[in-house]
């Protein structure tokens, strides 16, 4: 009998806090996988710092964040790469997707979020997918439904940062099958925060 209150109360507070239910296709095979994903993070930032030298020139761009900020958000992404997942978890020892998002806005920028995927997801404006910028928080669902399961921090080209189920903090790809049948849409939620102060 107890073992059944215990089942009753930990389902809805596993859904409701989002992170579960989604096993993404692994991305990091080896160690060495991990390590060629940390290099294709700084490839992407330095693809990040041309694009934001461009609009510095007055051209137009997406990434709205201040290059300072996305080397700062880059850095904890790296940190954090390979971390093993742990529901609830928001340190090296494991982590959930909503605490990975917790933890590197809170060491890149000092920005204070809710550890809960439904709680970001009510955060900030929402953003199509033509016009994702590095940063903006991408969510995802279970395929078929509109229930709330999982969050990443988009790097651009196609590409997020997020804490798997099955592999721990990875990089992987909108366009794959997976995540794009899941796709339920992205948060700016920066510009947000940054109005109310």
Not at 12 to 26: D, H, Q, R
Not at 144 to 155: C, S, T
Not at 183 to 192: C, D, E, K, T, V
């Amino acid at each position: 009998m107890k073992f059944s209150w215990i089942v009753f109360l930990l389902v809805p507070l596993g859904i409701l806090s989002g992170c579960v239910g989604l096993t993404p296709k692994p991305i990091f095979t080896s160690t060495s996988e991990a390590e060629k994903h940390k290099s294709v993070a700084s490839s992407q930032l330095q693809q990040e710092k041309i694009v934001g030298n461009l609009a510095s020139k007055g051209r137009k761009t997406t990434i709205g964040l201040p290059l300072k900020e996305r080397e700062k958000i880059m850095q904890q992404v790296e940190k954090y790469l390979g971390v093993p997942y742990r529901w609830g978890g928001m340190s090296n020892n494991g982590i959930d997707c909503s605490g990975f998002v917790v933890v590197v806005f809170r060491d890149a920028l000092g920005v204070l979020l809710p550890h809960s995927t439904s709680k970001l997801y009510s955060l900030g404006e929402t953003v199509t997918p033509q016009d994702l910028g590095f940063g903006d928080l991408v969510f995802f669902r279970d395929v078929g439904r509109r229930q709330l399961l999982h969050v990443g921090i988009f790097l651009g080209g196609a590409r997020f940062a997020h804490a798997s189920t099955s592999k721990g903090v990875t990089i992987s790809s909108l366009q794959d099958d997976y995540y794009r049948t899941r796709f339920l849409g992205a948060r700016r939620i920066l510009n947000a925060i940054r109005n109310k102060h």
